[in-house]
């Protein structure tokens, strides 16, 4: 393991800021603290962290928030593109909304209230 991988990001200023941490450092802390035979606090003191933030570090890297996959999808973009209703386009009722997505040859439409955490599902169908 590399030395750079293993220590967090240091200010530059003397001035005392919040410590952030890379996905590949906190990964390795986890797994280190995962091995057979080793203590979660003892990890935690030996990398200068609280030991409630590894066992926090712990959960989303069982979750899978710690992945590489997933560090890289949080990044990801979905391609959008807006385009004008025309007057024919509209309905009589103002308040209705309509929700149309197309990816590729796939065409959704979502009529009325969205719920967001449908159209999360819908979105998260159409990344995989």
Known sequence: MSDSVLSPSAPDSAKPTRRRYTQA??????????????????????????????????????????????????????PVQLSSATSGDLTSSVTERLLSIRCGELHITLQGEVDPATLQTVLASLRA
Not at 33 to 56: C, D, F, M
């Open 25 to 78: 450092y906190k990964r390795q802390v986890v797994e280190q603290s995962l091995q057979p035979g080793t203590s979660a606090a003892q990890v935690a003191r030996e990398h200068k962290i609280n030991a409630n933030l590894l066992h926090a570090w712990r959960w989303h890297y069982r979750s899978g928030l710690l992945s590489e996959a997933s560090a890289q999808e949080a990044t990801e973009l979905i």
